[in-house]
């Protein structure tokens, strides 16, 4: 069965620095999505992208985040100057047709950690 | 007022056992509503997808939606250890992408 895949797995960085976190989602699928989620917190939405732009977006994503498809099979999430509250998994997600028709598939989760 | 509303329990029952989980939102214009099971240190995974008021059942999975009361709620029948797990219920409403979750509730099924 196709799923999400992340790498990597866990992800260590210094306060300041950049990080790219990389998702390759389910090969038909257009929409594509990442959530976080802060150690015994809710998930919550980051961003979501179609058709090569952000489609929506949280008052979390800020100019800090950004986010790529740089080929036909890769998604990146990239955080700029990273903080300690960054710290979280971050789950990439896509779906075939968008939430109107269809629903969401999450990655296995990226664990940021941020010293 | 909190957009989804969730007991985040623990909720721990005997194998075997039928368990409710339930969700109540606040915003009138979610329509789709989905059951995600997570667990621990891994992505959440889908269980359940519904779109309207009343029952959908999937094998020992029954999901069920009350719009006038803004409440949805997953059934699992003779529950299983291999169930122990955190259940999310997931919200969106029409034109949005964004799913907003309930903060889980933590199932342990004990043999």
């Known amino acids: 069965e196709p799923e999400v895949t992340q790498t990597p797995s866990h992800q260590v960085t210094q306060m300041g620095q950049e990080v790219i976190l990389r998702c390759v989602p389910i090969s038909n699928h257009l929409y594509f999505y990442w959530y976080r989620q802060i150690l015994g917190q809710k998930v919550e939405f980051l961003v979501s992208?179609?058709?090569?732009?952000?489609?929506?977006k949280s008052e979390i994503f800020d100019d800090q985040f950004s986010v790529e498809r740089p080929d036909g099979s890769n998604f990146t999430l990239k955080i700029r100057s990273t903080k300690l509250e960054d710290s979280a998994m971050y789950f990439c997600a896509s779906s075939e047709q968008g939430l109107q028709a269809d629903t969401q598939y999450f990655g296995p989760g990226t664990r940021l950690t941020v010293l | 007022q909190k957009e989804v509303e969730q007991d985040p329990g623990p909720l721990s029952v005997p194998e075997g056992a039928i368990v409710s989980l339930n969700c109540t939102y606040s915003n009138s214009a979610f329509q789709y509503f989905m059951w995600y099971r997570q667990y621990s240190r891994k992505g959440p995974e889908l269980l359940m997808y519904t779109y309207s008021s009343g029952n959908k059942e999937d094998g020992r999975f029954t999901a069920q939606v009350d719009k006038s009361s803004k409440y949805i709620s997953l059934f699992i029948r003779d529950s299983q250890p291999s169930d122990s797990a955190t259940y999310l219920c997931a919200i969106t409403q029409g034109g949005s992408e964004k799913l907003v979750f309930g903060k889980g509730t933590k199932l342990t099924v004990n043999p």
């Open positions: 992208f179609y058709n090569n732009e952000i489609s929506e």
